[in-house]
């Protein structure tokens, strides 16, 4: 099985970084990438902050330029997005389309069970994990543990040494977080966003992860200091989790035309 990430769009259609991130044109850039790929991932999960936002019309701009992939996709809300929104923009998504307050949900369509948890608070930069959403995981992980699982979330349970962004990062819950998982040695990654770069942890039994953003990226500043947050134009990129005999290997793409191939 072949799993794409993608991650961070913040789509906007105005603001003053917007002509300077042109982030649908990066998106679609990314996109035509993915679709030219040979094997073709089985399915591209977005790890949130899919607009700048939260507004009917970036999600409607974003509908279709994620409709050109030419595989399937699912989504999870990132910090600046807005649940109520994402839901109608994406209607025919079932798997958004719960009852409940947290847009979260598990997929067993594949030989890697995917389980999508919400790590969002509406209206902040931070995340969290309640109770709440900690229960519904672990009810979750319990229905199916010898499976392989991958479990996506938006905000990393992680310091990251990017202190600006640690300030934001997974602020509650990631006690709770190893506890649900401590019973399960069935979980082969977790897949965050929020970071705009490609960072590996070890997280109790398994590995967290983030990738790099489909435009622009955070710099890297691992000074001890919190004042500022500043993003520059390293090529853009997506992951790939190639499901094989060793479990999840991880290989990074960037995203543009360079020089090669050349045969050795």
């Given amino acids: ?20 991130i042109r982030p649908a044109q990066h998106l679609q850039r990314c996109v035509a990438a993915l679709n030219r790929l040979d094997p073709r991932p089985d399915v591209v999960v977005v790890t949130g902050h899919l607009v700048e936002a939260g507004g009917v019309q970036e999600y409607e701009t974003l509908r279709p330029l994620l409709d050109a992939l030419a595989m399937p996709y699912l989504l999870i ?22 009852d409940g307050p947290y847009l979260q949900y598990v997929i067993d369509t594949w030989p890697l069970r995917i389980i999508a948890l919400d790590t969002t608070v509406r209206g902040k930069g931070h995340g969290k994990l309640c109770e709440e959403r900690l229960a519904w995981l672990s009810d979750t992980l319990a229905q199916a543990p010898e499976q392989p699982t991958v479990i996506l979330m938006h905000h990393p349970p992680f310091q990251t040494g990017i202190r600006y962004m640690d300030g934001m990062g997974l602020l509650e819950g990631r006690e709770g977080l190893l506890e649900a998982l ?13 970071l705009h770069r490609s960072i590996f942890c070890k997280f109790g039994s398994t590995v967290a992860s983030t990738c790099p953003g489909t435009a622009h990226q955070i710099v890297l500043d691992l000074r001890d200091q919190r004042e500022h947050l500043a993003f520059n134009f390293e090529p853009p990129g997506f ?26």
Avoid: K
Avoid at 1 to 20: F, K, N, P, V, Y
Avoid at 84 to 93: K, V
């Fill in 1 to 20: 099985m072949l799993i794409a990430q993608i991650t961070d769009m913040h789509l906007q259609l105005e603001g003053r970084h917007a002509a300077l």
């Fill in 77 to 98: 809300a990132g910090n600046h997005d807005d649940p109520a929104q994402l839901r109608r923009a994406f209607p025919d998504h079932e798997w958004l389309q719960s």
């Fill in 182 to 194: 401590a019973p399960y040695r069935n979980v082969e990654r977790i897949l965050c966003g929020h």
């Fill in 239 to 264: 992951q790939l989790h190639w499901w094989g005999p060793d479990g999840l290997v991880t290989h990074y793409q960037a995203v543009g035309d360079f020089p090669g191939p050349y045969s050795y």
